[in-house]
């Protein structure tokens, strides 16, 4: 199993604990897999992400055993004709990050790791603080100062030691890669480290078995360093390589317009992202002036013949209390993409017959 830089080719084993090339360029993920027939594992009595276990970089007698809290398998909703919400907030920690921190954490375990260093607008940093804890590695969790104080109680909570970084999100992953290079600690980045989206991505191949074996026509994806978007679309690939899927459902990446560099450089045709200000969103967990991974997000929407989508601030508080009113409690980030749905469909409403799924990512008590 190698990471291999995305812009060199050059090859480094995981043992090398790199989280980025020599030349500066980012990292992808080499190994050999085996995607599961879906149809297979739907019935599986395993319900946790694991039963994906051969399309994941790990063995089934293996340490991860020990770490999993079940994480997966988590409900989808139907809340208006054609569109499901899968409700991600039923995770352990109460977000879909967990679905790639078990994973990085277990790696961590398995490369013989005693301390990680993670940065995080908050929900990133509680998952890996709680498979850290789990795991008996020590954490060190970089937030930005801003962060919501229910976040940082429950990171607390799990034992990390807690770094309040006064700034921008930037300015926490500055300091938390300055501390990964000081004292060579294993980097859990769930941006830099491409064996989170290999969690990530089975959202996806849930959705599939939970639609029984139809791939929705549109993902609403949220954006903010990409995470879920980057493992939906290793899915979509590994689904069309294995045939399961003959096509490629559409990526509609939503962003607060408030801080919607990918939006921007999306609309404007560009192949790269350019670091824009941040005018201050609600949606703190996706608020990414400069994501690392810019291009190949861009990428990522342009290959699934997707869109983007930029909601406003009203938009998205009015999104929430919608949600709310059904039923439904999620932290305001994730409003964003229910108000992104009903914002699209005003001005594409062929969309509405459409099958769209829908990430409700974060639970309600986690927002202030
Ligand atoms: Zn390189």
């Known amino acids: 199993m190698n990471f291999t830089c995305m812009s060199c080719k050059s090859r480094y084993p995981l043992e090398s604990n790199k989280w980025k090339c020599e030349c500066g360029g980012l990292l992808g993920l080499e190994y050999e897999k085996d995607v599961p027939d ?16 051969d ?62 260093v993670a940065d995080s607008s908050g929900n990133a940093g509680t998952a890996i603080a709680a498979y850290g804890a789990r795991a008996g590695i020590q954490c060190d969790i970089f937030v930005p100062a801003s962060t919501s104080s229910k976040k940082i109680k429950q990171i607390e909570a799990h034992g990390a030691v807690i770094h309040k970084i006064p700034g921008t999100r930037e300015d926490t992953a500055k300091a938390a890669i300055a501390m990964v290079e000081k004292t060579n600690a294993f980097y859990a980045s769930h941006i830099y480290n491409p064996v989170f989206w290999e969690g990530t991505k089975t959202y996806v191949y849930e959705v ?17 360093n990409g995470t879920l978007l980057m493992g939906a679309y290793l899915a979509f690939k590994e689904l069309m390589a294995s045939g399961q899927i003959a096509e490629m459902p ?20 560009r192949n790269t992202v350019e670091p824009m200000e ?60 229910y108000a992104g749905y009903v914002q699209y469909v005003e001005k594409y409403p062929e969309l509405k017959e459409q099958q769209v799924v829908l990430p409700l990512c974060g639970a309600g008590i986690k927002s202030d």
Not at 297 to 319: C, N
Request: with cysteine; hydrophobic share 45%.
């Open 55 to 116: 399309a994941l970089p790990f063995v089934k007698d293996d340490i991860w055993q020990e770490i999993t809290l079940g994480e997966g398998d988590t409900p989808l909703i139907k809340i208006a004709e054609n569109v499901y919400a899968k409700a991600e907030y039923y995770m352990p920690t109460l977000s879909f990050k967990d679905r790639g921190a078990v994973l990085l954490i277990a790696m961590a375990k398995k490369l013989g790791m005693d301390r990680v």
């Open 208 to 224: 599939f078995e939970q639609m029984d074996g139809k791939m929705p026509d549109a993902f609403i994806i949220p954006v903010g």
């Open 278 to 337: 941040n005018d201050g969103t609600v949606a703190e967990g996706i608020a990414i002036a400069a994501p690392a991974r810019g291009t190949e997000i861009l990428q990522a929407i342009r290959a699934s013949d997707g869109d983007v989508i930029g909601v406003t601030e009203d938009r998205i508080i009015e999104a929430r209390k919608e949600l709310a009113l059904k039923g439904m409690y999620v932290e305001i980030t994730s409003a964003v993409n």
């Open 38 to 53: 879906l149809s297979k594992t739907s019935l599986l009595r395993d319900h946790s992400i694991w039963k994906y276990i």
């Open 250 to 269: 559409k990526i509609l990446a939503v962003q607060a317009e408030a801080c919607a560099p990918i939006v921007q450089a999306f609309v404007q045709g």
